[in-house]
Nanobody
Framework: QRQLVESGGGLVQAGGSLKLSCAASGSIFRIDDMGWYRQAPGKLRDLVAT???????NYADDVKGRFTIPRDNAKNTVYLQMNSLEPEGTAHYYC??????????????WGQGTQVTVSS
């Protein structure tokens, strides 16, 4: 079965940094877009950043200049480097990927998420 597993969340003080990881596993022909989304209590799930298979990136306005989304295609892994964290960044962070299976179908996958808490 194909799946995404996130790691790297935790508690950090405002102004600090965290690096999240998301590894894809299973029978995969190709992974297209990958991205990170976050959801705070009582709020909708919002896009944080996405990256295509060739490295093109897109960031939410409120994280531009502070977050980056590196991708390692050889490891089927995407990262979210978060710098200058603010309390407003406290949320459950989810990894998303569009994966092409060995039968050449494609679909969206979501990880279980990892909690990021930023204290002031």
């Amino acid at each position: 079965q194909r799946q995404l597993v996130e790691s790297g969340g935790g508690l950090v003080q405002a102004g600090g940094s965290l690096k999240l990881s998301c590894a894809a596993s299973g029978s995969i022909f190709r992974i297209d877009d990958m991205g990170w989304y976050r959801q705070a209590p009582g709020k909708l799930r919002d896009l944080v950043a996405t990256v295509t298979s060739d490295g093109s990136t897109n960031y939410a306005d409120d994280v531009k200049g502070r977050f980056t989304i590196p991708r390692d295609n050889a490891k089927n892994t995407v990262y979210l480097q978060m710098n200058s964290l603010e309390p407003e960044g406290t949320a459950h962070y989810y990894c998303n990927a569009v994966m092409i299976g060995t039968s050449f179908n494609h679909r969206n996958y979501w990880g279980q998420g990892t909690q990021v808490t930023v204290s002031s």
